[in-house]
């Protein structure tokens, strides 16, 4: 008999980074809607259970279907969202007047028959990032949302989100001065399988692993990050180098588990891509290095760690100063003067929300209260087609080019 | 440890609600038992994020921050976890609670839960009130009805919304969290064809599926200590609570705001991770079985006087598993 004694799980185990937080302005009630409106949601697996639960943190916003073509997705779904209705096509969803817009969460490749048909239903339409896994589809998406009278959005949340935005502002003022390098990383240690028990299911679930399919893990996880230099820089890549590899999930899959690209610009500034099933040290996190000052970037933080010799701006004043090992950072927060005075300097350190809601919020206000949505169906095509693109580069071990004609639709 | 050679097992863990989650999947094939490790890892790191008080943006801290002002929406799931809370609270008498108030003000120092990990100051240690209710141990009542309304907390489940009345007040749900999102695990874990397993939520709350692949249960014992009660778990969950050992006082009597002292160890076995959860807290307050324990609970107690001599003596067993646990020095089942 396996004898266990309760103390024997225990094991401890602490770390903490710290460094200069760039805080936004943010408040409770921040996420409501002028008009109320009901939406459905597409798909069901991780992502779109989660798109379930930051929709009921948005005033105004009710959910009225659920939809997964998986019937245990379908009832894991319904658990938080029993009064909407649960269908098995997206069609009943197209079809149902009383709802205004639609999440689409569905695998990647799935993503430009819903869209199409989404929008010509009439709805406004939320579409999970990557776009698509090849680049016709992504175009074939991006013509659908031009001709729609709807709001299309992709979920890319960089444009979204207030720390990004903040970040931005100084990236913009010039604290970095001029740009050296750039990194982006990705580390998550899973193996990316969803449990399926049989042959049929186990593919359809387990798409991410299918090399017919699969834009890997560049195309998946890149695309987002990808995004960011390009909300920053306003330029894109022109070529990307890859290789990538099995470093543990070691089951006989063919899509690399661990990867490693160089993102070439024009400018001579490469960007640095890692990303890895294998491990968990890091996290997910950009950084622009410049020669006054980088800013790192992690969704719900960021940070700016300042050269010694970077002229002071005057917001120092401010700080609240954290420790990365050697390098002291400077806190940015926006409002800071007004939180300084009641003393809540602190209390803006990182987001009240994921940065998916944000996303999904940007989303519903652009729906019911008209204007342009945060993200553009074009800058989703340009983040994708990268990431496709050096998924390609992983793939064959080598460099591709990313023609200006790919990144147009 | 677990002994893991010769079986196929796979062990995860992850940190979450101030403590490490841990789980040992056995009996299958190891890819479909790490896939369903991990999705259910995911669940519990989710649960975290919508349950936690110490982190802005979940769903409870999003009710604290409006306590006393405004309703916030929750998700079904979160809205059921509040409302058998509130079941829990009524059925023990005002011994489990998740509704506190304190004397400083919610997120501004408040002490720590079961939840963190961090247990709140003792009353003897500070000399003040570490928590108390929000007006006293609040009469038990029916949650019954289309809006269920307390002197404390309002649940309108129209609208899915939930309400703290008293501004200051706040919801810990340190005492019921790992329990929840081990029902989630377990779930979760079942609908993929999981058949043997062990969870664990910082080794106070455990859940067993089927057994192990060498024998008809998972044998878990309370404490190292050599003759303290060993569980045999198969398609259980059990709750140790204890005001002794590395976490002392860490449960409040929610009438007096400070530490329990009726029961030096109170354990639940039974069906659900969350009910043995919140009945081995209201054990340790209560220090006896209440008359409206479910019938399904198995409840183990040892009073503060209670013997310390090897075997059974001392302990009180009641319920429908009583014979899932033996004394490793009388031999008795």
């Known amino acids: 008999m396996t004898e266990i004694d309760r103390r024997d799980f225990l094991v401890q185990s602490a770390g903490a980074l710290a460094a200069v937080a760039i805080m936004p302005r943010l408040g409770f009630g921040a996420m409501s809607l002028a008009e109320p409106i009901n939406v459905g949601v597409i798909g069901l697996g991780r992502q779109g259970r989660a798109i379930i639960a930051e929709l009921s943190g948005i005033e105004g916003t009710s959910l009225g279907a659920v939809c997964d073509s998986d019937e245990r997705r379908l009832a894991a779904g319904s658990r938080r969202a029993r009064d909407a209705k649960a269908v098995g096509d997206a069609r009943a969803i197209f079809d149902d007047a009383s709802i205004g817009a639609v999440c689409i969460a569905t695998p990647t490749h799935l993503h430009r028959e819903l869209v199409e048909q989404a929008l010509q239903a009439g709805k406004h339409v939320y579409c999970e990032a990557p776009m698509a896994h090849t680049i016709e589809d992504c175009r074939a998406i991006v013509r659908a949302a ?102 543990l999930h070691d089951d006989g899959r063919e899509i690399a588990d661990t990867i490693d690209c160089v993102l070439g610009y024009e400018d001579g500034a490469d960007l640095v891509y890692q990303a890895t099933l294998a491990s968990s040290y890091g996290g997910m996190f950009e950084l622009l290095r410049g020669t006054n000052a980088a800013i790192k970037l992690a969704w719900s933080h960021g940070w700016m760690f300042k050269e010694a010799d970077a002229p002071t701006q005057g917001w120092e004043v401010y700080a609240n100063r954290q420790q990365f090992h050697n390098d002291e950072g400077i806190t940015l927060i926006a409002g800071a003067t007004k939180l300084a005075e009641q003393g809540k300097l602190k209390e803006g350190v990182g987001l009240p929300y994921t940065p998916l809601r944000y996303g999904l919020a940007d989303f519903l206000k652009a729906a019911t209260e008209g204007g342009s949505p945060a993200t553009s169906a074009e800058e989703g095509l340009r983040a994708t087609v990268v990431g496709i693109m050096a998924d390609k580069a992983v793939r064959g071990r080598t460099t591709v080019a990313i023609e200006p004609d790919m990144l147009r639709a | 440890m677990i002994d893991t050679t010769g079986s196929h097992a796979v062990r995860l863990a992850t940190h979450a609600m101030g403590t490490r989650f841990e789980l040992l999947l056995a009996g299958g094939d190891e890819e479909l038992l790490r896939a369903a490790g991990e999705e259910v890892i995911e669940l519990i790191e989710d649960a975290h994020r919508r349950l936690t008080r110490f982190e802005r943006g979940s769903v409870v801290s999003e009710i604290n921050a409006a306590a006393g002002v405004g309703a916030v929406r929750a998700d079904n799931e979160v809205f059921d976890l509040l409302s058998r809370c509130e079941r829990y609270r009524v059925d ?110 910082g080794s106070s709350t455990i859940v067993a599926i089927g057994g192990p692949p060498d024998a008809d249960a998972w044998s878990v014992a309370f404490a190292d200590d050599g003759r303290s009660p060993v569980a045999r778990l198969r398609d259980l969950a059990l709750s140790v609570s204890s005001q002794r050992g590395d976490r002392p006082d860490h449960v409040i009597d929610p009438a007096t705001g400070r530490p329990a002292r009726a029961a030096a160890w109170a354990a639940c076995l039974g069906p659900s991770a969350e009910a043995t959860d919140a009945w081995s807290t209201a054990l340790v307050v209560l220090g006896r079985r209440s008359d409206a324990c479910p019938t399904g609970l198995t409840t183990v107690l040892r009073p503060p006087s209670g013997t310390t001599l090897p075997g059974r003596a001392g302990w009180d067993v009641r319920g429908p598993d009583a014979n899932a646990l033996h004394w490793p020095h009388d031999g008795e089942t």
């Open chain 1, 146 to 247: 031009r001709g729609a009278a709807t709001v299309f959005q992709p979920g890319l949340f960089a444009r979204s989100d207030p720390v990004y935005q903040l970040a931005r502002t100084f990236f913009r003022s010039d604290a970095v001065r001029d740009l050296v390098s750039m990194n982006a990383s990705r580390a998550k240690k899973t193996s990316w399988r969803t449990p399926a028990d049989d042959p049929a299911r186990d593919r359809a679930l387990n798409w991410r692993l299918d090399p017919e399919v699969s834009i890997g893990l560049a195309g998946e996880w890149g695309t987002h990050q990808f995004d960011v230099f390009h909300y920053y820089l306003d330029r894109f890549p022109v070529e990307v180098s890859g290789r990538g590899g099995i470093r």
């Open chain 2, 92 to 201: 023990s008498g005002g011994a489990f609670d998740v509704v506190f108030s304190s004397p400083v003000a919610n997120g501004g120092g408040a002490e720590r839960s079961e939840a963190e990990g961090v247990p709140p100051r003792s009353s003897a240690a500070t000399g003040e009130d570490p928590l108390r209710p929000a007006s006293g141990r609040p009469p038990p009542q029916s949650v019954t009805g289309e809006e269920n309304v307390n002197q404390r907390l309002v649940l309108d489940r129209p609208r899915r919304q939930v309400m703290l009345l008293q501004g200051g007040s706040f919801v810990d749900l340190g005492g019921v969290a790992k329990g929840f999102a081990l029902d989630l695990a377990v779930g979760a874990l079942r609908a993929a064809g999981v058949g043997s397993a062990l969870l664990h939520g």
